[in-house]
């Protein structure tokens, strides 16, 4: 039996993970003899494969679990696997679990092996919580904690957690054994969150950076969906840019220099700085030149009335 489980939800993937792994060992090998986890990005594929072969230790079952197998990059490993997958060449006593929760790696034969488990009777994918289904899952995980929240700090919550589930789960901890049994209200919950649009748009930015239309467009649809004005949004993006370029200047024309020397001299929060230093070392400065100009192209035109911002925004974002 193979069973795959993936998402962007990496936190319910992993409590899903969880209780597939807590039931076989409650049915099936309460000692648990017969399970094994595997880093495929640690051990060697020999290892993975003597795993997947492997006999039950006086038992009739055994489960091995694999962890991001698709983002690794051996091309004979990931054919391998897949003929073994697609033939059906997996041992019936054994169960293999394969949870992707890493980004997918680039070669062909992870396209093609994500394709075929994806199509598995076993699949099962755990996308990001949004709208009614994020307030839903809080409710549930209130109830769970025996504590109450009122509907205003419901959707405050949801608003500003919305794609982080494992701090989210965190903040529900903290936030029920603060209140004990006294509801929830919208200033308990502002004691321990701070409003997360600066992240929201840093991997907006990201991802129109990256050329990732699929995610950039969704980062953009939910930032509107919570309510902000496209002129404020498109603010924070350039705001955003104008920073990378900074930061790509300073590290250009001073190579050794710290992220604390590069906040100091840039009047920036050290923290702001260490969130963008990878972007500005992936992608090359001309590039970022190139979107700023398109950038300020579009605010020119928004505000002489030329055309809709929104639609520019979204065309950019297309042509990236």
Do not use: C
């Amino acid at each position: 039996m193979v069973i795959y489980i993936y998402g962007e939800d990496t936190f319910r993937s992993r409590q899903y993970l969880q209780e597939q792994v807590e039931r076989f060992k409650q049915t099936r090998d309460p000692q648990g003899y017969n399970v094994v986890f595997l880093d495929a990005q640690k051990v060697e594929t020999g290892k993975i494969t003597s795993e997947i072969l492997a006999t039950p230790f006086l038992a009739e079952k055994r489960m091995v679990i694999i962890e991001n197998i698709l983002s690794i990059s051996d091309k004979d490993f990931l054919q391998e696997l897949i003929e073994r997958v697609k033939n059906n060449k997996i041992p019936e006593s054994n169960i293999v679990i394969f949870w992707q929760g890493e980004k997918l790696g680039k070669v062909k034969e992870v396209k093609d092996l994500h394709g075929i488990l994806s199509k598995e009777k076993y699949s099962k994918e755990h996308s990001l919580l949004v709208g009614a289904q994020l307030t839903s899952f809080i409710t549930n995980e209130i109830k769970i904690r025996n504590a109450h929240i009122s509907i205003t700090a419901l959707n405050y919550l949801a608003q500003n957690v919305a794609g982080d589930m494992w701090f989210l789960n965190s903040l529900l901890d903290q936030l029920a054994a603060y209140t004990k049994e006294k509801e929830i209200g919208l200033n308990d919950v502002n004691l321990f969150l701070e409003e997360k649009v600066d992240d929201n748009v840093f991997n907006m930015v990201e991802a129109i950076v990256s050329g990732n239309k699929k995610q950039a467009f969704k980062l953009v649809t939910e930032q509107r969906r919570l309510g902000e004005d496209d002129f404020k949004l498109f603010g924070l993006i350039v705001w955003q840019f104008r920073i990378l370029l900074q930061l790509s200047s300073i590290f250009d024309e001073q190579k050794n220099i710290s992220s604390e020397d590069a906040a100091k001299q840039l009047g920036l929060h050290p923290f702001v700085v260490k969130k963008n230093i990878f972007l500005i070392k992936k992608y090359s400065k001309k590039q970022l030149i190139n979107i700023y100009e398109q950038l300020l192209k579009v605010d020119f035109r928004a505000k002489t009335g030329q055309a809709d911002l929104g639609l520019m925004l979204d065309l950019l974002i297309r042509s990236i």
